[in-house]
C-alpha cells in the first residue's frame, strides 16, 4: 500500500534539487567577479586564484553524485519539522528547507529513542534511489510503539540487502544511536572504537571526520584532518565515502605514502618475513636506532695533520672525541650538529697553526682536501634515512654494535640485507617505513649553505583517524604520533582481528605509543554486527572463542540468512592445487549466480592464490585481483569478482565470499585462527567455504 504522503514528500524533495542547483550556479557565478586580462595586476590574479579555490571547494560540497539528498524528516512537539539530508538547502528567504545531518538540530533523528524522545512525535525515514521518493517509514515516539535497540528497521535492512559494488558506501541515512554518539563525540583526547566484524566502526569513523569538519570548520580545515588506512587496496575502498558526505578535503593515506611525502625515491615493494618484521615493528628498536646514529657520530682514528702552505695543521684523536661529545650535548638532532663539527674543526686546526689563521680562511682552503672530508664523514656525516637505515642493514658489523644490547643475534641477523649498488634500487618493506621515520627524527632535516633545511618538517594534523589500529605496531604508532598536532585522535579496530605479527594484545598496549594526553581516552564500544547474518557470525564466533578467548562477540542484526554452504573438494583424499582452484571457480560462478550480480570475494591463502588466478583466466571469468598498488593506481574491488589475498581481505565487505581451505590459512599466517575469523565475517548475505583438507576443530 503506497504511504499516502509519498507524493507531498516528493514534491518537497524535487523543491530541494532545484534550490541545490540554483546554489551551485550561484558559485559558480562568483567566478565573473575578478576579471584578469592581459597584462594584469598580481593583486587581481591573486584574488582570482583565490575566488577560483573557493568556487571549487563549494561546488564540491554541493555534489551529490547519484546519492539521495533528503533520507528523513522529524517532527517535534511544538510542530516545528525539518528535513534531514547529507547537506544544507535553505531557500530565498534562507529558511532552511534540507538540514545538514550534521547538525545538531538533526541528532534526534539518530539519538531519540521511546524512553528518551527528545522532543520528537514522529521520526520519517525516506527510501529513495536518487531523487526518487521509493517509500516512507514512519516511527511514532509511543512508548508501546518503539524499539530502543535500533531504529529505521525499514530503512536499516533495505540497505544493508543492497549488493555491493566494490566500494564503502556511507551510511548517513541509517545511523544508529550508538554509532552516532561516536560520531559526535568531542573533538579534544582519543576516542577509541572498538567493534567486532560488520558493526560499522569503519564507516563511523569516517563520519566522525565529515562531522568533525563541519562542526570545528576552524581550525581543522586549515589544520588538516589524516585519515591512515591498512593499505592501499583498503584505501580505495573507502575513498568515495567522504566526497559523498560533502568533504572532498580529508587526506586518506598509508604509512608507506605518507614517508614518501617527505623523500619520494623509497619504493615500498619488499615483504617482510614474520621475524623481521615482528623485529622491525617493536619498540625495542628505538635503542637500535638511537645507537646506529650514535655509531656514525665517530671519533679519528688517528692524529690528522693536513698541509697549509708551508706549515702542517693538526687536529688529534682527543680533540676530535672532544667535539663529537660537545655536538651530542649541544644538538637533539644529528644533522643539525654538522655545522658545529666543522667550525670546531677547522678552529682546531686554525689554532695549530703558528700564527693562528683565521677559522674561516683555513675552512675556505681546506674543505676540499680528500684527507679533510674523508675525516669529516666519519667523525659526523650528513645523513638521509634511507642512506642511514640502508648502510645499516647491509653491514653485519653495523648491526650487531646498534643491536647486540636489546636484541638476540637471530634477531638483529634477520635486518641483514645486502646494500645494493645504490640508494635509488634499493627496496624497502612497510616495515622499514616507520624506522626510515624514527631515523628521521633523530637525524632531522640536512641544511643547507644558507642554514636552511634542505628536507621537509613532518607534517602535523589537528585530527588523525587510524583504521585497522590493532595491527599497527608500537614503531608504527609512533610514526602516526609524530603526525598528530594536538594529540586529537579517532582510533578504530577490534583486538579480535588483530593478525599482524607482534600485534598489540589490549588497547592499554596501543595508548603506551600514542600522545600523552591531559583528556582520558574514551572507548565507546560498538555490540551489534549490522553487516553479518546470524548464521554466518555464529560460525565465525565459534573461532574467535578460540583466536581470542573472553572478548565479546557481536550480536547479529540479521537473524535469517543462508546457512554456510561447506563444500568438500577431496572426500577424504588427497587433490592437487590446480584440482581445488577448479573447483573452487566453480562455486564462485555458482555463488554469483544465487546473488543475482551481487560482488564476490574469493578469499585464499598465499599458497593457492596464483593456482586460483590460473583457473579463474582459463576459465573466462571475469574477475579482478586485489592487490596493494601503487600510489599511483587507482581503482576500487572488482565489482563483481574479485581474488583477495587472505592478507588484504580485512575490512572489505561483499554479497558473497568464497573462502578456500581454511586450514592452510591457520597454518601461513602468523595469527592463524583470528585470520580465519577475519575471512569468514566478509559477506553481507551469503558464505561458501571449499576444502580438501581437513576443516580446524574450531569450524566443526
Keep these: 500500500m503506497t504511504h499516502p504522503e509519498i507524493a507531498a514528500e516528493q514534491a518537497h ?19 565573473g567577479m575578478v576579471e584578469v586580462g592581459r597584462g594584469g595586476t598580481t593583486q587581481a590574479r591573486y584574488e582570482r586564484d583565490v575566488i577560483e579555490g573557493s568556487v571549487q571547494n563549494r561546488l564540491g560540497q ?16 511544538a510542530d516545528d519539522r525539518f528535513y534531514i539530508g547529507r547537506l544544507a538547502v535553505a531557500d530565498e528567504n534562507q529558511e532552511p528547507v534540507v538540514v545538514d545531518w550534521r547538525a545538531p538540530v538533526a541528532e534526534p533523528f539518530y539519538r531519540a529513542t521511546g524512553r528518551e524522545p527528545m522532543g520528537l512525535i514522529r521520526r520519517r525515514h525516506f527510501i529513495s534511489r536518487g531523487k526518487e521518493l521509493l517509500d516512507i517509514e514512519d516511527e511514532l515516539f509511543d512508548l508501546d510503539q518503539l524499539d530502543d535497540g535500533f531504529q529505521g528497521h525499514g530503512a536499516l535492512l533495505a540497505a544493508l540487502d543492497q549488493n555491493r559494488d566494490g566500494q564503502l558506501r556511507d551510511i548517513v541515512s541509517t545511523i544508529q544511536g550508538e554509532q552516532d554518539e561516536i560520531i559526535r563525540d568531542p573533538l579534544k583526547g582519543r576516542v577509541i572504537v572498538q567493534g567486532g566484524p560488520g558493526t560499522g566502526k569503519t564507516v563511523v569513523a569516517l ?63 619488499l615483504p617482510d618475513t614474520a621475524e623481521s618484521a615482528a623485529v622491525k615493528g617493536s619498540d625495542r628498536m628505538i635503542d637500535v636506532l638511537e645507537k646506529a646514529v650514535r655509531d656514525r657520530e665517530r671519533p679519528l682514528r ?8 708551508l706549515v702542517r695543521l693538526r687536529i688529534t ?49 681546506l674543505k676540499r682536501d680528500p684527507r679533510v672530508m674523508e675525516a669529516l664523514e666519519r667523525m659526523w656525516p650528513v645523513l638521509t634515512p634511507s642512506q642511514m637505515l640502508r648502510d645499516l642493514y647491509g653491514s653485519n658489523a653495523l648491526l650487531a654494535s646498534a643491536g647486540r644490547e636489546v636484541l638476540s643475534e637471530s634477531e638483529w641477523r634477520s635486518l641483514s640485507r645486502p646494500r645494493g649498488s645504490g640508494s635509488a634500487d634499493y627496496r624497502w618493506s612497510d616495515g622499514d617505513v616507520p624506522l626510515l621515520d624514527e631515523a628521521y627524527e633523530r637525524l632531522g632535516p640536512r641544511l643547507g649553505r644558507d642554514r636552511k633545511a634542505r628536507d621537509p618538517e613532518v607534517r602535523t594534523f589537528g585530527h588523525i583517524v587510524v583504521d585497522e589500529t590493532q595491527d599497527h605496531t608500537p614503531m608504527a604508532l609512533r610514526m602516526i604520533a609524530r603526525r598528530s598536532l594536538n594529540g586529537s585522535m579517532t582510533l578504530v579496530g577490534d583486538i579480535a582481528q588483530a593478525t599482524a605479527p607482534g600485534a598489540a594484545a589490549s588497547w592499554d598496549e596501543v595508548l603506551a605509543h600514542l600522545p600523552v594526553s591531559t583528556h582520558q581516552p574514551r572507548v565507546r564500544e560498538l555490540t551489534l554486527s549490522y553487516r553479518i547474518p546470524a548464521p554466518n557470525l555464529e560460525l565465525a564466533n565459534k573461532v574467535l572463542a578460540a583466536a581470542a578467548p573472553g572478548l565479546a562477540t557481536p550480536k547479529a542484526v540479521r537473524s535469517v540468512g543462508s546457512l554456510p554452504r561447506i563444500v568438500d573438494v577431496g572426500n577424504n583424499t588427497r587433490v592437487t592445487a590446480e584440482e581445488l582452484a577448479k573447483r573452487a571457480v566453480s562455486v564462485v560462478e555458482e555463488e554469483s549466480l544465487t546473488l543475482g550480480g551481487g560482488s564476490v570475494a574469493i578469499i585464499a591463502p598465499e599458497s593457492l592464490i596464483d593456482f586460483v588466478h590460473s583457473e579463474l583466466e582459463s576459465s573466462g571469468v571475469d574477475f579482478g585481483r586485489a592487490t596493494t598498488a601503487s600510489r599511483n593506481v587507482s581503482g576500487p574491488l572488482h565489482p563483481k569478482i574479485a581474488l583477495v589475498p587472505v592478507q588484504l581481505v580485512k575490512g572489505l565487505e561483499l554479497d558473497g565470499t568464497v573462502l578456500i581451505e581454511p586450514r592452510a590459512i591457520v597454518e601461513e599466517e602468523p595469527q592463524g585462527l583470528r585470520a580465519l575469523f577475519v575471512a569468514l565475517t566478509r559477506s553481507t548475505k551469503r558464505l561458501a567455504v571449499v576444502h580438501s583438507l581437513s576443516l580446524p576443530s574450531e569450524m566443526t
Excluded at 554541493?62 to 533520507?71: C, E, H, M, P
Excluded at 688517528?302 to 702552505?309: D, M, P, S, T
Design 302 to 309: 688517528n692524529e690528522l695533520v693536513v698541509g697549509f702552505g
Design 13 to 31: 524533495i524535487d523543491r530541494a534539487h532545484m534550490l541545490l542547483d540554483q546554489a551551485r550556479e550561484r558559485a559558480r557565478q562568483l567566478r
Design 317 to 365: 684523536v682527543d680533540a676530535s672525541r672532544q667535539i663529537i661529545r660537545e655536538a651530542r650535548r649541544r644538538y637533539r638532532r644529528h644533522n643539525a650538529a654538522r655545522r658545529y663539527v666543522e667550525q670546531e674543526f677547522f678552529s682546531i686546526l686554525a689554532k695549530s697553526h703558528p700564527s693562528e689563521p683565521d677559522p674561516e680562511n683555513v675552512q675556505y682552503k
Design 207 to 269: 563520519h566522525r571526520a565529515a562531522y568533525l569538519l563541519y562542526t570545528h570548520r576552524f581550525p581543522l580545515e586549515g589544520q588538516g584532518v589524516l585519515v591512515v588506512g591498512p593499505n592501499r587496496l583498503f584505501l580505495r575502498y573507502i575513498e568515495q565515502v567522504l566526497p559523498s558526505l560533502g568533504e572532498a578535503g580529508v587526506y586518506l593515506t598509508v604509512l608507506a605514502d605518507l614517508f614518501a611525502d617527505l623523500f619520494d625515491d623509497v619504493r615500498v615493494v
Design 62 to 77: 554541493l555534489q551529490l553524485g547519484s546519492a539521495s539528498l533528503i533520507f528523513g524528516r522529524i517532527d517535534f512537539e
